[in-house]
T-cell receptor, first 114, second 113 residues
Framework: GAGVSQSPSNKVTEKGKDVELRCDPI?????LYWYRQSLGQGLEFLIY????????KSGLPSDRFSAERTGGSVSTLTIQRTQQEDSAVYLC????????????FGPGTRLLVL | QKEVEQNSGPLSVPEGAIASLNCTYS??????FFWYRQYSGKSPELIMF????GDKEDGRFTAQLNKASQYVSLLIRDSQPSDSATYLC?????????????FGKGTLLTVNP
């Protein structure tokens, strides 16, 4: 079946602009995760959604970052007033349920802030 | 802070050899352990997961877990040039957040023809 999809695949923006990144999880997966991978760094957890529960936003690096998940499916990660240090690959993953289930990653969005 | 440590490499092995990738973790209560492969410019792809002490084999891959020593390893037998990639170790730590994968920075493996 179809895997996790993300769009856009690449995004170049100017410092100070807002960007929206989209994630479409695997059908039937109730858990959705956002990670960030910066050059030379490991993957960094950003935010987690599970069903209708309140999201775990503990990994968001600043209040410029926000995310929502509508209808328990598609998620949007928004970065306001982008900074150069926001340049990274933003990866979305989904899993069937929580509690240690395997997470499947999308292809990522490469964000470059000039 | 709960950490996952990997040797960044590069680890270079000849084609046909066994590649051994190691990972240590700081949270003794961790329960779930994953190995992901990431080709350059691509997203991580699950190779194996292991929950119990001992060995778990899947084709040319064997994951080994030793909770007492807090390490998990991945062995790749009959290494192929197509195995050349960065291998990420990931752990779900103990505690209420049993969904947050904590990743190591990865080990770059190069298999030479």
């Amino acid at each position: 079946g179809a895997g996790v999809s993300q769009s856009p695949s690449n995004k170049v923006t100017e410092k100070g602009k807002d960007v929206e990144l989209r994630c479409d999880p695997i059908s039937g997966h109730t858990a959705l995760y956002w990670y960030r991978q910066s050059l030379g760094q490991g993957l960094e957890f950003l935010i987690y959604f599970q069903g209708n529960s309140a999201p775990d936003k503990s990994g968001l690096p600043s209040d410029r970052f926000s995310a929502e998940r509508t209808g328990g499916s598609v998620s949007t990660l928004t970065i306001q007033r982008t900074q150069q240090e926001d340049s990274a690959v933003y990866l979305c993953a989904s899993s069937l349920q929580v509690s240690g289930e395997t997470q499947y990653f999308g292809p990522g969005t490469r964000l470059l802030v000039l | 802070q709960k950490e996952v440590e990997q040797n960044s490499g590069p680890l270079s092995v000849p084609e046909g050899a066994i590649a051994s990738l190691n990972c240590t973790y700081s949270d003794r209560g961790s329960q779930s352990f994953f190995w992901y492969r990431q080709y350059s410019g691509k997203s991580p792809e699950l190779i194996m997961f292991i929950y119990s002490n001992g060995d778990k084999e899947d084709g040319r891959f064997t994951a080994q877990l030793n909770k007492a020593s807090q390490y998990v390893s991945l062995l790749i037998r009959d290494s192929q040039p197509s195995d050349s990639a960065t291998y990420l170790c990931a752990v779900i730590p103990s505690g209420g957040s049993n969904y947050k994968l904590t990743f190591g920075k990865g080990t770059l493996l190069t298999v030479n023809p």
